[in-house]
């Protein structure tokens, strides 16, 4: 049962890493792609990907059974805007060197989703959990005085993938499976959208450059590998432990941001985000009694 639980761990830190450090790196370097167009390209080969894994792992049944319900339909349409625009604001976070903004966005998130669920399926708050959301708040309102000092990218990542993460829980649907199912559904709103980039010439993704073809399908890849690494640790630790251990992301998000790329963090921003770090303390502690609990 250890030994189980520890491969869990180890699949999710290599998750954690590979979103926090590997993915960082992947996307800074495919920035001279248009953040737009390569969010299209994202949609576009992160469906290629899960389709060929859906093969592989014999998920097509899965895939028919969610086409045949329109309601899921709906719903996985709405996350797949959902997904589409955190992708897109992540993104444009990182190719205009606001990684630090986009770090908090994925602190809060986990705290903002426990707030969600108990507005939305009623579930219950505990004493730390509601210091936990009140802390996030005095952070965002402390910030919001200053208004330079905002983390508006950040905001938007949390609020997106929240809200993505509630219709996620409503329906109850396998992560991969979802993803390629949303992805299938936004993708000829995305080929649409490619198309006018390719009419006013302003393509990265060209047959005349085979080497830039080649790092932009990468963004299938990308999003697929740390995804599958995650579910894997679910399966393996549970939700609980793969939960605690992907604060690794924003935290190397947070170092890459300030140490490697040297992004400016005022005294105000400081702040926020020690506000932030004593609200994730809280949550985790919490996370983990409750682990042990059930």
Request: proline share 3%; glycine share 6%.
């Amino acid at each position: 049962m250890k030994n189980k639980i520890y491969k869990g761990l180890l699949f999710s830190s290599a998750a954690s890493f590979w979103w926090g450090i590997i993915g960082v790196f992947y996307f800074k370097h495919v920035s001279f792609v248009g953040p737009i167009e390569l969010v299209i390209h994202r949609t576009i080969w992160t469906a290629f990907v899960l389709a060929i894994t859906t093969t592989i792992f014999s998920k097509w049944n899965q895939i028919l059974e969610i086409f045949s319900n329109k309601k899921k339909i709906f719903l996985l349409f709405i996350s797949g805007i959902l997904i589409y625009g955190n992708w897109s604001v992540w993104i444009y976070a990182v190719f205009i060197n606001k990684l630090v903004d986009a770090s908090f966005g994925y602190y809060i998130f986990p705290i903002i989703s426990v707030f969600l669920g108990a507005v939305f399926f009623k579930e219950k708050l505990n004493k730390r959990k509601i210091i936990s959301i009140s802390l996030v708040i005095i952070s965002i309102i402390y910030l919001l005085i200053d208004y330079k000092s905002l983390h508006w990218t950040g905001l938007a990542v949390a609020f997106l993938w929240s809200a993505y993460n509630l219709i996620r829980k409503k329906l109850n649907i396998e992560s991969d499976t979802g993803l390629f199912v949303e992805s299938l559904i936004i993708t000829p709103i995305v080929l649409i959208l490619f198309y006018f980039i390719v009419e006013k010439g302003l393509n990265d993704f060209t047959l005349s450059n085979p080497k830039n073809m080649f790092w932009i399908f990468l963004a299938g890849p990308m999003t697929i590998i740390p995804l599958y690494f995650y579910i894997k640790a679910v399966k393996l630790a549970g939700l609980g432990s793969s939960g605690m251990i992907f604060f690794i992301t924003p935290t190397c998000q947070f170092l890459l941001g300030i140490f490697y790329y040297s992004e400016p963090l005022n005294l105000n921003t400081l702040i926020g985000f020690i506000l932030i770090w004593i609200a994730v303390i809280i949550y985790l502690k919490d996370l983990k009694e409750n682990k042990y609990n059930d």
